[in-house]
């Protein structure tokens, strides 16, 4: 049985910075592709990073965000800086087999972690 946990969402100001956590059991996530992805209140799911051997990053999160792993702990990260209001979401991370942003690819899923950015 393969689970995912995300944790640390919060509330920030504009500027600001936070790093999700996303932890797994039941599977190796470096032999996997971890992905992070969003929905905000009224809009679909849309990919945010991904990371396998290498790592992907939606338009709106490079420069700012920067994911990586501690294969020790079966864990990965999303660092996340510059954070704008915009970036209010629930923030998910998923396993998949093969790098990719489609959220149709991805077979495991964390509970989400809310992420608030004031203005």
């Known amino acids: 049985q393969v689970q995912l946990v995300e944790s640390g969402g919060g509330f920030v100001q504009a500027g600001g910075s936070l790093r999700l956590s996303c932890a797994a059991s039941?599977?190796?996530?470096?032999?996997?592709?971890v992905g992070w992805f969003r929905q905000a209140p009224g809009k679909e799911r849309e990919f945010v990073a991904a990371?396998?051997?290498?790592?992907g990053y939606a338009n709106s999160a490079k420069g700012r965000f920067t994911i990586f792993r501690d294969n020790a702990k079966n864990t990965v990260y999303l660092q996340m800086n510059s954070l704008k209001p915009e970036d209010t979401a629930v923030y998910y991370c998923?396993?998949?087999?093969?790098?990719?942003?489609?959220?149709?690819?991805?077979?495991?899923w964390g509970q989400g972690t809310q992420v608030t950015v004031s203005s």
């Open positions: 998923a396993s998949a087999r093969e790098m990719s942003s489609y959220s149709g690819s991805y077979d495991y």
């Open positions: 039941g599977r190796t996530f470096n032999s996997y592709v």
């Open positions: 990371i396998r051997w290498s790592t």
